[in-house]
């Protein structure tokens, strides 16, 4: 067998491997490892189809893009992947370039690099480049990756700024709007590391239509549309439920710490794994019903908009 019938088999494999998937988000928490075992970054590779799929790296995010993308380039190619490449976009002009939306276009993994999600969203949100993102997940079952500020950006509501004090504070953070591939929640990362919990409580606290996701560093939340979920790396994911809390958080001013009754938390440390009931990868482990919620809302195969 000749080397061009070997790549056009491994091809085939991972167009086949692709075609099957629903589509995948890998939320990092900042912080992966990427000297080592890898073991995120592996699991993204795998899951946007292997050493031979094409990963874009999207630095936008970052005021240093092109070490950013060395970072990177580095290490996917430690990892073997051969078709890597750097989006590089320094405005939202960029971002609306044809050439750089078909490069988006054909990709079966897309990466968003650290930095400032606000800088992020300047530059991507409301783009063509944003548009065809979300078909390459919805449409053709493409792996979508961000780590700390491209984690915050996956949710429609995103996590713009805020103090993390000893108490959760009213007026303490403020949302903006994300690339919207999940809904109903608010995401943060670094979140053990740099201690947090108040910081996602404020959120809540004033949206509590909104579930709190906070994702430690060397952390991944793996979400597999219609599917399930599962916890890579060396931390945890903190879920912040307050959608049956009771609190003052309207009658109180600015600056002062609110009353938070009935607040659920959920902790789901590396290795925890939850399907949908009826899935191929049902485990038919009895899923707590706020859980199940939660694991319904993430996973939700929403039409593309």
């Given amino acids: 067998m000749t080397v061009q ?53 999207i630095t ?41 939306i078909r490069d988006v276009r054909d990709a079966d993994g897309i990466f968003m690099t650290g930095g400032d999600q606000k800088r992020l969203l300047a530059i991507v949100g409301g783009t063509k480049l944003d548009a065809e993102m979300h078909a ?28 993390a004090e000893l108490h959760p504070e009213k007026g303490s953070v403020s949302l903006g709007a994300g690339l919207g591939f999940l809904h109903k929640v608010v995401i943060d990362q670094h979140f053990s590391e740099r201690q947090r919990l108040s910081r996602l409580l404020s959120v809540v606290a004033q949206n509590p239509y909104l579930q709190g996701i906070g994702i430690d560093e060397d952390t991944a939340l793996v979400v597999e549309r219609g599917v399930g979920i599962e916890v890579v790396g060396q931390g945890a994911v903190t879920v912040v439920d307050g959608r049956a809390m009771s609190t003052n958080v309207a ?3 600015n ?9 659920r938390l959920h902790l ?20 707590p019903p706020p859980l199940l919620e939660f694991l319904e809302n993430l996973t939700k195969r929403n039409p593309i908009s």
């Fill in 60 to 100: 936008a995010a970052s005021a240093v893009m092109d070490s950013m993308w060395e970072t990177y380039e580095r290490a996917f190619a430690d990892l073997g992947v051969t078709r890597h490449l750097h989006l590089h976009l320094d405005s939202r002009q960029d971002a609306n370039d044809e050439l750089r």
């Fill in 251 to 253: 009658e109180i001013a």
């Fill in 5 to 57: 019938d070997k790549n056009a088999i491994a091809q085939a494999e991972q167009a086949e491997r692709v075609a099957k998937s629903h589509g995948h988000l890998v939320i990092i928490g900042g912080g992966e490892d990427k000297q080592h075992d890898m073991a995120i970054l592996k699991r993204f590779v795998e899951l946007s189809g292997g050493p031979s799929a094409k990963i874009v790296v």
């Fill in 136 to 163: 390459a997940l919805k449409l053709r079952g493409a792996c979508i990756g961000g780590t700390s500020a491209g984690a915050s950006a996956m949710s429609g509501h995103m996590l713009a700024q805020g103090r």
């Fill in 268 to 287: 789901l440390p590396a290795g925890s794994r939850y399907s949908l009931p009826g899935t191929d990868d049902d485990d038919t482990r009895r899923i």
């Fill in 255 to 263: 600056h002062e710490t609110p009353e938070l009754i009935d607040v």
